[in-house]
């Protein structure tokens, strides 16, 4: 089994900054793409950033210049560093992760609330 752990939402004042963070456990042999989506009032789940195990980043338009993803191999964690957040960044943040236990499976977090007042 592989259980994703987030941690670090809550209530910041628009133009504030949090710090998200990750982490993998369990029977895990190898880690592949590490990334994070977040779900809005619109209840879609859209992808915010991922990284690859080689560090290549990809971010959505709407995040770009303001957040960065990092991840540590050594320890299994992926973190999101949200700058100059904004109301609109309000929603559920989940951590995803591609994960080798016996196969490639693709992993998620419980979710953790972002919340933006302006």
């Known amino acids: 089994q592989v259980q994703l752990v987030e941690s670090g939402g809550g209530l910041v004042q628009a133009g504030g900054s949090l710090r998200l963070s990750c982490a993998a456990s369990?029977?895990?042999?190898?880690?592949?793409?590490m990334g994070w989506y977040r779900q809005g009032p619109e209840n879609q789940r859209v992808l915010v950033a991922r990284?690859?195990?080689?560090?290549?980043?990809l971010y959505t338009d709407a995040v770009k210049g303001r957040f960065t993803i990092s991840r540590d191999n050594t320890k299994n964690t992926v973190d999101l560093h949200m700058n100059s957040l904004k109301p609109e960044d309000t929603a559920v943040y989940y951590c995803?992760?591609?994960?080798?236990?016996?196969?490639?499976?693709?992993?998620w977090g419980q979710g953790t609330q972002v919340t933006v007042s302006s």
């Open positions: 990284i690859t195990s080689g560090g290549n980043t």
């Open positions: 369990g029977s895990i042999f190898g880690i592949g793409d």
């Open positions: 995803n992760a591609i994960v080798a236990t016996s196969y490639w499976g693709s992993y």
